[in-house]
């Protein structure tokens, strides 16, 4: 008998729903650059070149907007559609992002949805597959980690905008 998921209940995805998305996109890009940008081949990175990506949280109404930029992943305020929304609940995410559960099996199971640019989904979704990510861990989420991960990110975008 397997537990049942859990759900962010209803009237606290409504509030979350109301927080602004573009702060949760900073951070978000930044958890995904330390995780995932330094091990995607040049033809993935070409093929995300210019693509708006959006991944939504179900029950938590979140939607963070990103795209591949600069060699990294950076966070965008994207009003209109996106070339590609991946779909889930916040704990069907987790669940990915600890290898605990297969995304064509919550794909079948309709508790995975990819919207918008099917050859695009397919790439990100054999992308993931073929990397060999470290498996999430709650104490990735430490904040002593995360402030690191994120000073070191904001340093690099910084290290650009030095004057002459």
């Given at each position: 008998?397997?537990?049942?998921?859990?759900?962010?209940?209803?009237?606290?995805g409504a509030m979350l729903g109301r927080l602004p998305g573009y702060p949760g996109s900073l951070l978000f890009v930044t958890a995904l650059n330390v995780a995932l940008a330094k091990q995607l081949a040049p033809d993935v990175t070409q093929m995300l070149t210019g693509k708006k990506l959006r991944l939504r949280v179900t029950d938590a109404k979140w939607a963070f907007d990103f795209e591949w930029k600069n060699a990294r992943f950076v966070a965008c305020q994207n009003a209109g559609g996106a070339d590609l929304t991946i779909s889930a609940s916040a704990h069907d995410f987790l669940l990915l992002a600890r290898r605990q559960e297969d995304p064509d099996t919550l794909f079948f199971n309709r508790r995975l949805a990819m919207e918008g640019d099917t050859e695009l989904g397919l790439l990100v979704k054999n992308t993931i597959d073929a990397i060999e990510l470290p498996v999430f861990s709650l104490t990735q989420l430490h904040p002593r980690h995360v402030l690191t991960q994120a000073r070191e990110h904001f340093k690099s975008l910084l290290g650009g905008l030095r004057p002459r």
């Open positions: 008998m397997t537990a049942k998921p859990f759900v962010i209940p209803p009237p606290l």
